[in-house]
């Protein structure tokens, strides 16, 4: 009887290995940019949760959806710091806290320009105009810090302006145009003036000075603070701002939900909210690499995914050509940054993502600043 073919064993059994491996590798290789990727789907998500929200028949006001996010962010985070110990929880140490209530104060108004904005524009133009705000805080920081605002960087921001104004089309410049791809099956959705149309996209312009003010803050903050104690900072005074703004603006108030649904759909921000900085934070622990931070740009793929999925609805050809320009500027810039040194934060936060590694002169600039402030 002839014995088995021990090599042929062998090799079936190493294959599998080898392939598990092979898998392994690449899981290890792209891990940060897996979990960007992953938050990115969160992140949208959110944002048409808010919109379904705003849209639908019980019409919650973004004052109410800011505080359903980030009331429950707030539960979140600080049950985090307290079970991890965190150094200062719950205020933080006393040389930042008003620099914390600062960066909280700039952060709330660009969340209620966003929420505000998706009612009126589709979810992929709103979220466009979010990829202003690097080219932006960049000249911010070269403002207030002292940190080197390049000659690329500032041509990338007046291409991104073009592609806002492209985006906006205004008649005088334009004509009349309709300018949304919108099937004759499209879902429900609220009909939107030119003027509606044209306020929503400056209050996204707006958020994006709000959105740099924050993140000008978090460069001087710098290490002197956990980033889910800025998170803290930015979901306390939001939720309180927002619950006061509906006890005392008339004709708001606070909109009780209508069963099940609205319940679930309100829990469900303030939790996608919460995974969202979680995994941007073990992302870029993991992969501060331009190939991790190319991912935060998926979120346009997932907000047009979104849009066509529940509105049926589209930005047309000027809308998508401009956003184009805005995207492709800012990835260019974001591209040519100069050569980088490592952060002394270890935890970085989920709106200085998009802002990539901090230059020797940035961070010079910001400990100058927390010096003399």
Excluded at 294 to 310: P, V
Excluded at 319 to 332: D, H, K, P, Q
Aim: glycine residues 8%.
């Amino acid at each position: 009887m002839a014995p088995p073919n021990t090599n042929c064993e062998i090799q079936s059994d190493s294959e599998p290995q080898r392939q598990d491996s092979a898998w392994r590798t690449i899981w290890q290789n792209n891990k940060g940019a897996c979990l960007i990727l992953l938050a990115e789907v969160f992140g949208s998500t959110m944002d048409a949760t808010a919109r379904f929200l705003q849209q639908g028949k019980n019409k919650f006001h973004p004052f109410q959806i800011i505080v359903a996010r980030m009331g429950i962010t707030f539960i979140l985070s600080s049950l985090y710091m307290w079970w991890t110990n965190v150094p200062s929880f719950p205020l933080g140490s006393r040389s930042v806290r008003g620099w914390l209530v600062l960066r909280a104060s700039f952060g709330f108004g660009g969340l209620f320009c966003l929420y505000y904005s998706v009612h009126y524009l589709p979810l992929a133009e709103a979220t466009v105009f979010r990829f202003l705000v690097p080219i932006f805080t960049a000249l911010a920081c070269s403002v207030f810090l002292g940190q080197i605002f390049t000659r690329k960087e500032l041509i990338a921001g007046l291409v991104a302006l073009v592609g806002v104004i492209i985006i906006a089309h205004p008649p005088w410049l334009f004509g009349p145009v309709n300018d949304q791809i919108r099937p004759s099956n499209a879902g429900e959705i609220d009909e939107v003036s030119r003027a509606q149309r044209l306020i929503a996209i400056a209050v996204s312009i707006l958020g994006v000075f709000g959105a740099c003010g924050a993140y000008t803050t978090i460069r001087v903050i710098g290490d002197r603070a956990h980033a889910l104690m800025s998170v803290n900072y930015f979901a306390i005074l939001s939720t309180v701002g927002s619950a006061i703004a509906l006890l005392v603006i008339p004709g708001i108030g606070f909109q009780m939900p209508h069963g099940p649904r609205d319940w679930i759909l309100l829990i469900l921000i303030g939790v996608l909210g919460f995974f969202l900085q979680f995994l941007l934070t073990a992302g870029l622990q993991l992969d501060r690499s331009s190939k991790a931070t190319s991912m935060l740009y998926t979120q346009i793929l997932f907000a047009l995914s979104f849009d066509w999925a529940i509105w049926g609805v589209l930005p047309g050809r000027w809308s998508m050509f401009g956003g184009a320009i805005i995207i492709c500027s800012t990835l260019w810039s974001a591209l040519q940054k100069p050569h980088t040194v490592a952060e002394k934060n270890p935890e970085p936060d989920e709106e200085s993502a998009l802002l990539g590694a901090q230059t020797e002169g940035s961070e010079e600039g910001a400990r100058r600043a927390s010096i003399s402030a």
